[in-house]
């Protein structure tokens, strides 16, 4: 059976396999609220459809308009059994509780790297995606970028305290970076921001390069809040 669950996935899970982000607008906070819980009582109602999927987060935007989903799964290929055979029945089922839903973006990702204080067992407030493109498809400059990342957060002269771990995720056509990073909170994030520098990050000759590496075409910063977890019984 599917069970509901309030606790965060893990991102460092060594049996997944394969990645999806995706996002959904739906225009309202009271959306919002209905959209997660018409999600999961679509899910409850029914068997947990696939061995191969270990786990399905949903999460509610700051803008008070979107909805994130993260799904850890074993394969690519048990997540396509999944679209194949038990997909289309459940969007049809929120579709009719919440009409109107844009689903906006489907990314296939592999977790690459991960970073964060040892021992830190802080439950996140707040997760923090940002999502980096590139000029064109590049597995290379993918992994080179996210270790010029490190090599900045490990020489940062002050980090933030409210900061708990970033999870770099590699898309699979080669032209994305996701950082789906851990937060205490909201605020911590936004004092962050607004600590001097471009971003995230003092204003070193090493944070200077990651933000203007050879062939970055855009970054965006979005905040979320988990609101659903779905696992297996």
Not at 95 to 113: M, N
Request: glycine fraction near 10%; charge should be negative; include cysteine.
């Amino acid at each position: 059976m599917t069970r509901r669950t309030t606790t965060h996935p893990d991102l460092t899970r060594p049996e997944t396999g394969a990645l999806f982000f995706s996002t959904w607008r739906v225009g309202t906070p009271v959306r919002q609220r209905q959209t997660v819980e018409a999600i999961a009582d679509t899910w409850q109602r029914r068997p947990w459809p696939a061995d191969g999927l270990l786990g399905y987060h949903v999460y509610t935007g700051h803008d008070g308009s979107t909805l994130l989903h993260y799904s850890q799964w074993r394969s690519e290929d048990a997540y396509e059994a999944f679209v194949k055979t038990h997909r289309q029945e459940r969007v049809d089922e929120i579709d009719v509780a919440v009409p109107g839903i844009e689903r906006l973006w489907l990314g296939r990702y592999r977790h690459h790297r991960s970073g964060g204080r040892e021992g830190d067992t802080r439950v996140p407030g707040c997760v923090v995606i940002v999502d980096v493109e590139f000029e064109g498809p590049d597995p290379d400059r993918q992994r080179a970028w996210v270790d010029a990342v490190f090599e900045a957060l490990e020489s940062e002269p002050t980090p933030h305290p409210g900061g708990i771990a970033g999870h770099f995720h590699l898309s699979t056509d080669g032209t994305r970076v996701l950082n789906y990073a851990e937060w205490e909170s909201a605020q911590a994030h936004i004092e962050a921001l607004a600590a001097p520098g471009d971003g995230i990050g003092s204003a070193t000759e090493l944070w200077h390069r990651v933000q203007n590496w050879p062939g970055l075409k855009s970054s965006t910063v979005s905040r979320y809040e988990h609101a659903l977890g779905l696992v297996p019984d």
